[in-house]
């Protein structure tokens, strides 16, 4: 039976969906504790409904339940324009974080659960419940440095768990559904890193990459491939010599990612020998 608090939404709200009462008992106490608004549900179906009602600021998720599972509340909420972009931490013994990550999960802990490691996810994902300071064993957030982010890619969803993703850590975010349209935002303003998908309408993320390495003024421009293209032992290698790295949708977390970023646009000097710095169009 859900349980549901009488309390007006405030970014504190969390909502734990989990069939085993033992387990909803204790996460709900430690985020109590914590000053998060808890508001539990035992099963998909009944996690659907309350947060129609009322949307949290995060969700977790357990994955084996009866009626609606985990896999099956993820894809809905993905689906519904309204819910997409909250967060939903799977917290399950079920080790597929491939999967988790690929359906739209901001992250993946497996049971038991760290009190500490989930309390530090809870606070990168939403602020931190009023009057409570960073729990101390969590390291705090370094920002990163002022940098303009290009992410290309046609999916609607993808793209906007990326930009709001990029955007909450500071960075200013660029957004283009095409090749061309992509070549045409590099025009016009040049990034300073670019999030590549591969799988592109009208001109493909290989093709982009081989425009933008022939134009003098982007040539430089840092790349990082985020697709779920099934990229072949060649593309792979032609891939290494004109990108940063290469991430595979579902074969990566959201810190991984957010790491490599933050330290290509933290590197970056202001001469003219920083790829940063030696892109910018005439």
Known sequence: MQQTASLAPTASHVLIIDDDPAALELLARTLAREGYQVEVAENGGAGLRAVRERPPAAITLDV???????WAFLSSVKADPKLALIPVIMITTVDEKSRGFSEGAADYLLKPVDRARLLTV???????PQG???IPDAPEAVGPSPG???VVE???????ILVRMLRKEGWDVAEADTGRTALAAVAETAPDLILLDMGLPDLDGFGVLRE????PRFARIPVVVVSAKDLTWDERTGLRSTVLKIFLKGAYSRSELLSDIRDCLSNRAPNSTDPAGAHRPA
């Open 154 to 160: 046609d999916d609607v969803s993808n793209r906007s």
């Open 212 to 215: 933008l390495r022939a134009d």
């Open 122 to 128: 809870l606070r990168k994902l939403t602020p931190a």
């Open 64 to 70: 084996d339940m009866p009626g609606m599972d985990g």
């Open 132 to 134: 409570r300071a960073p």
């Open 148 to 150: 303009r982010v290009l």
